[in-house]
Each structure stands twice: as C-alpha cells, then as structure tokens.
Nanobody
Framework: QVQLVESGGGLVQPGGSLRLSCAAS????????MGWYRQAPGKERELVAS???????NYADYVKGRFTISRDNGKKTVYLQMNNLKSEDTAVYYC????????????WGQGTQVTVSS
C-alpha cells in the first residue's frame, strides 16, 4: 500500500515563505515524475510544479521565480519551497507521484492547506 504524507502548510502573511514536504511510504518504487498541484475554492486543480527523476523541472508561469521544487530520491520525498507568497496562492496543495506501487500509476497525497493572509 502506498501512502503520501504531506506537511508544511499553514497560515502566512503576504511576502512570507513556506516549505511543503511530501514523503512516500510503502512499496512504491521506480518513481519518475513528482509534482505539486493546488486547488483553490471554486477552481479546478492545477499544476504548480513538477520534477523528473533526472532533476528537470517545470513550473506554472504564475510561480516562476518564487517557488522551487526539489526531491530526495533516497527519501522518496518531494519539496516545494514557496517564497514571496501572495493571497492568490491560497489553496489546498497536493503532491502527486508517478511510480510503481504496484500498479504503475499516479498516487496523490491528502492535501495541505496554504493560506496567505494578513
């Protein structure tokens, strides 16, 4: 059984920073793409950033220069460093990992709330 446990969300003032973590446990192996998504109230879930097993990254335009995604393959963990947070970054953040559970599939975390407010 594969489990993804997220941490690091919370309340922060505009301009502040947070670091999200997502650790995979269980039988998962051959992890390829790891990513972060977010969903704000009334909106669809959207990609924030992703990283491949070789370290190639991809970011949504609205977070470029502010967010940094990284991973620790030995720990099966993906991170999202979020700087200069804005109120529009308020959302539930989900991690997603593509790997072999089995089966070879996408696995999602439970989500962590990020609220940016003064």
């Amino acid at each position: 059984q594969v489990q993804l446990v997220e941490s690091g969300g919370g309340l922060v003032q505009p301009g502040g920073s947070l670091r999200l973590s997502c650790a995979a446990s269980g039988s998962i192996s051959r992890i390829t793409i790891m990513g972060w998504y977010r969903q704000a109230p009334g909106k669809e879930r959207e990609l924030v950033a992703s990283i491949t097993s070789t370290g190639s990254t991809n970011y949504a335009d609205y977070v470029k220069g502010r967010f940094t995604i990284s991973r620790d393959n030995g720990k099966k963990t993906v991170y999202l460093q979020m700087n200069n947070l804005k109120s529009e970054d308020t959302a539930v953040y989900y991690c997603k990992i593509l790997g072999y559970g089995p089966p070879y599939s996408d696995y999602w975390g439970q989500g962590t709330q990020v609220t940016v407010s003064s």
